[in-house]
């Protein structure tokens, strides 16, 4: 069993920076694949950006792919994702989700077994 809790969340500017993290509870967390998802209202869970359990593989959503860098470190149970470069766009409600493999379908988010309550983002223009 894993218990995920997200944190970082909050109001920031356009072109400003936020690290959200994501704590996990649970001695194999390190076993496991996390992805960070996000979501507005009336809308589905869109991926964001995903990584191994070693870190070894590491993929992003286009909307992602040179603003936001997502790293872990085991030894502290935590999963973070560095966003910059904030676009209104931006604004959701992230979460980080985790699950043991994925394969090459880290996108899609019924895979994944165990997630967070998630963390605000508001970007303001």
């Known amino acids: 069993q894993v218990q995920l809790v997200e944190s970082g969340g909050g109001l920031v500017q356009a072109g400003g920076s936020l690290r959200l993290s994501c704590a996990a509870s649970?001695?194999?967390?390190?076993?496991?694949?996390v992805g960070w998802f996000r979501q507005t209202p009336g809308k589905e869970r869109e991926f964001v950006a995903y990584?191994?359990?070693?870190?070894?593989?590491?993929y992003y959503a286009d909307s992602a792919t040179g603003r936001f860098t997502i790293s872990r470190d085991n030894a502290k149970n935590t999963v973070y994702l560095q966003m910059d470069s904030l676009k209104p766009e931006d604004t959701a409600v992230y979460f980080c989700?985790?699950?043991?493999?994925?394969?090459?379908?880290?996108?899609?988010?019924?895979?994944?077994?165990?997630w967070g309550q998630g963390t605000q983002v508001t970007v303001s223009s």
């Open positions: 989700a985790a699950t043991l493999d994925v394969s090459h379908f880290y996108f899609r988010a019924d895979l994944y077994n165990y």
């Open positions: 649970g001695r194999t967390f390190s076993s496991y694949t």
């Open positions: 990584i191994t359990w070693s870190g070894s593989s590491i």
